[in-house]
């Protein structure tokens, strides 16, 4: 295992440049937070250091606190064990510090990461690195300082708005918005950013404190209407979620006491958000999903997923065109087959009206195109990776095929005989069945080791989730390559065996049976719908 550490080096320049290693993402686990106290630290105290500049290696500034300190808390409630980060080490030793720092980001800063970089006295980031504050993700708020700094950078409103949805922006917004000073290529980012911080040390730059600044904030009565705009909302969008209101009130702390009184307050609630059951359910979902991502026999036994360049998609219906959709916003090539021009027109129609939805959809809910992570230009790019077929010419270069049709088993076992004989022999041939049995769908063909589920959900171009379905013929090489092209299509790929109902119907089935039960039992449904909801599933089955 990569050493986790925190390094200094202190060039001829005066500049000590302290770096964080915790591969892959830098998460700042308890001895970086103490490697970074020390080290900062020595460079306060050494007379050949001028200025700092922090960092992260290998590409990434930080991904935040180490969340597997929250699991740990969660097992045995002990707060303790989350050192005193915000005022120590934030406040006290970075910001107040004697030496001008700045922030070199390449890659990413998020969490407790951008918040180390609010506490520097500037951020220089290289193009495109994320940036954000999704600590509400995870059931907590922003524990390191930047329920405060944020709104002193880039104003009370935006920051507000990036903290309640977790979204991330890029450093060029960020450079727009006032969180990112200078943006400039990785090959000059630590150049820039030592001479950055010498101007600092020599009063030619500003020597800014996020903490002190209050040009952004606006008038009392402003950030009244802000917030309370905010609290409206997140009763609407978060009402089972404690971490939305609480987040809120600490801001509003910082407003009306002043940024160090927020920032007490914000360590405080941070402590008692991350004992609460939500934070116990999100980071649980937190690992879960990237446990996903290891599978015994598949995962981690030296297989490299193949590249699967063009997919063809049979059925361009409600799911093969979502599918479609999903593939081609991953600039994967796509072959929508259909079995007449009037099908095929209206599958095609679907895919340039869904993007049209993805641009609808992204600007209401997270403002995604309005945030430039959907240009018109990817939009049509996109779109042009789709081709439209009536029959299987355009199958002989296929690396996968993902069959859409309605639950028919005759039609599909009639498909599966007719694309093992037209696609390579490479060809992954998956089908997007929900209930079939995948044995049955392949009776007809010779090709078992490369028969898979690829099971959507609607709107397939939107919902995160992938079944993976293997049989026990099903090869660990084609299990693999879905699960690359899963994750390439930012979904949320889960193997699960070919069994009644997969996983998601297998539970959704008792799930929906126990409710009408409660019916025939002469339960009220519009209270059955109440009572989920108030659980926390987005509706009740009856809605
Ligand atoms: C006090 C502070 O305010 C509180 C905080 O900072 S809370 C933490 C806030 N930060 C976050 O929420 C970021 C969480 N991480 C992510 O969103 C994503 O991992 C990422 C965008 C950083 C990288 O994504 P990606 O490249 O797809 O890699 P991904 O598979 O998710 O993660 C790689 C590994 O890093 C781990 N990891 C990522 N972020 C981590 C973190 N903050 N702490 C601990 N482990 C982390 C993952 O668990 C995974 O481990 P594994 O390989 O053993 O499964």
């Given at each position: 295992m990569a050493?986790?550490?925190?390094?200094m080096e202190?060039?001829?320049d005066?500049?000590?440049?302290i770096t964080i290693?915790?591969?892959?993402?830098?998460?700042?686990?308890i001895?970086i937070i103490?490697?970074l106290?020390e080290k900062?630290t020595e460079?306060?105290?050494r007379n050949?250091?001028?200025?700092?500049?922090?960092?992260?290696?290998?590409?990434?500034?930080?991904g935040?606190?180490?969340?597997?300190?929250?699991?740990?808390?969660?097992?045995n409630g002990d707060?303790?064990q989350?050192p005193?980060?915000?005022?120590?080490?934030?406040?006290?030793t970075?910001?107040?510090g004697?030496?001008?720092?700045v922030?070199?980001?390449e890659?990413?800063a998020l969490?407790?990461?951008?918040?180390?970089a609010?506490?520097?006295?500037a951020?220089?980031?290289?193009?495109?690195?994320?940036?954000?504050?999704?600590?509400l993700s995870?059931?907590v708020m922003p524990?390191f300082?930047?329920?405060?700094?944020?709104?002193?950078?880039?104003?009370?409103?935006?920051?507000?708005e990036l903290?309640m949805?977790?979204?991330?922006?890029?450093?060029?917004?960020?450079?727009?918005l006032?969180?990112?000073d200078?943006v400039?290529?990785?090959?000059e980012?630590?150049?820039?950013?030592?001479q950055?911080?010498?101007d600092?040390?020599?009063?030619h730059k500003?020597?800014?404190?996020?903490?002190?600044?209050t040009?952004k904030?606006?008038s009392?009565?402003?950030?009244?209407?802000?917030?309370k705009?905010?609290?409206?909302?997140?009763?609407?969008?978060a009402?089972?979620m404690?971490?939305?209101l609480?987040?809120?009130?600490v801001?509003?702390?910082?407003i009306i006491h002043?940024?160090y009184?927020?920032?007490?307050?914000?360590?405080?609630v941070f402590?008692?958000l991350?004992?609460s059951d939500?934070?116990?359910g999100l980071?649980?979902?937190?690992?879960s999903q990237?446990?996903?991502?290891k599978?015994?026999n598949?995962?981690?036994?030296g297989?490299?997923?193949?590249?699967?360049?063009?997919v063809?998609?049979i059925g361009?219906?409600?799911m093969?065109?979502?599918?479609a959709?999903?593939l081609?916003?991953?600039?994967?090539?796509v072959?929508?087959?259909?079995?007449?021009?009037e099908?095929l027109?209206?599958?095609?129609k679907?895919?340039?009206e869904?993007?049209e939805?993805?641009s609808y959809?992204?600007?209401?809910?997270?403002?995604?195109v309005?945030?430039?992570?959907?240009?018109?230009?990817?939009?049509?790019?996109a779109l042009s990776?789709v081709?439209?077929?009536?029959?299987?010419?355009?199958?002989?270069?296929?690396?996968?095929?993902i069959?859409?049709v309605i639950?028919?088993v005759?039609?599909k076992?009639k498909?599966f005989?007719?694309?093992?004989k037209?696609?390579?022999p490479?060809c992954i041939?998956a089908?997007?069945?929900?209930t079939?049995d995948?044995?049955i769908?392949g009776?007809?063909?010779?090709?078992k080791?490369r028969?898979?589920?690829?099971?959507?959900?609607?709107?397939?171009?939107i919902?995160?989730?992938?079944?993976i379905?293997?049989?026990?013929k099903?090869?660990?090489?084609a299990?693999?390559?879905?699960?690359?092209?899963g994750?390439a299509?930012k979904?949320?790929?889960?193997?699960?065996?070919?069994?009644?109902?997969?996983?998601?119907?297998?539970?959704?089935?008792?799930?929906?049976?126990?409710?009408h039960?409660?019916?025939?039992l002469?339960v009220?449904v519009?209270?059955i719908?109440t009572?989920i909801?108030s659980?926390?599933?987005?509706?009740?089955?009856?809605?």
């Open positions: 050493p986790v550490k925190v390094t202190v060039g001829t005066g500049v000590a440049v290693f915790n591969p892959p993402v830098n998460a700042l686990a001895p103490a490697g106290k900062w460079a306060t105290m050949d250091v001028k200025a700092i500049v922090l960092t992260g290696n290998g590409g990434r500034f930080s935040g606190f180490d969340i597997n300190v929250f699991q740990k808390v969660h097992a707060t303790s989350m005193d980060v915000s005022v120590d080490l934030v406040v006290n970075m910001e107040d004697k030496k001008p720092a922030a070199a980001i890659g990413l969490g407790g990461g951008l918040e180390l609010l506490g520097c006295h951020r220089i980031a290289a193009p495109r690195a994320q940036l954000g504050l999704p600590e995870l059931g524990g300082g930047g329920t405060q700094r944020l709104p002193r950078l880039i104003g009370l409103s935006k920051a507000v903290m949805t977790s979204e991330p922006i890029m450093s060029e917004e960020g450079k727009k006032g969180l990112i200078a400039v290529p990785s090959s980012l630590l150049k820039v950013s030592r950055w911080a010498l600092i040390a020599e009063r500003p020597w800014m404190r996020s903490l002190h600044k040009d904030i606006g009392l009565s402003e950030a009244h209407e802000i917030l705009v905010a609290r409206e909302q997140v009763k609407q969008t009402k089972n404690p971490q939305h609480a987040c809120i009130e801001i509003e702390e910082g002043g940024g009184n927020g920032v007490l307050k914000e360590a405080k402590k008692d991350v004992l939500t934070s116990k980071v649980h979902i937190f690992f990237r446990a996903t991502s599978v015994p598949v995962t981690g036994i297989l490299k997923p193949r590249t699967v360049k063009k063809a998609v361009g219906g409600l093969g065109s979502g599918i959709t999903a081609a916003l991953s600039n994967t090539i072959i929508l087959k259909e079995i007449n021009s099908f027109q209206k599958g095609m679907a895919i340039e869904t993007y939805d993805v959809i992204t600007a209401n809910v997270s403002g995604l309005a945030r430039k992570k959907l240009p018109q230009d990817k939009a049509d790019k990776m081709k439209g077929a009536l029959d299987y010419s355009d199958f002989k270069d296929v690396d996968m095929v069959e859409a639950e028919n005759p039609l076992q498909i005989s007719e694309i093992e037209v696609c390579p490479h041939l089908t997007n069945t929900s079939i995948l044995n769908i009776e007809n063909t010779t090709s080791d028969i898979i589920g690829a099971h959507f959900f609607s709107p397939a171009h919902m995160p989730l992938l079944e379905v293997r049989t026990e099903t090869s660990a090489q299990i693999l390559d879905l699960m690359a092209v994750k299509i979904k949320v790929p889960v193997v699960v065996g070919n069994c009644t109902g997969f996983a998601v119907n297998r539970t959704f089935f008792p799930y929906s049976q126990g409710a039960i409660l019916v025939n002469g009220d519009f209270r719908d009572q909801a659980f926390g599933l987005p509706m009740g089955p009856f809605q």
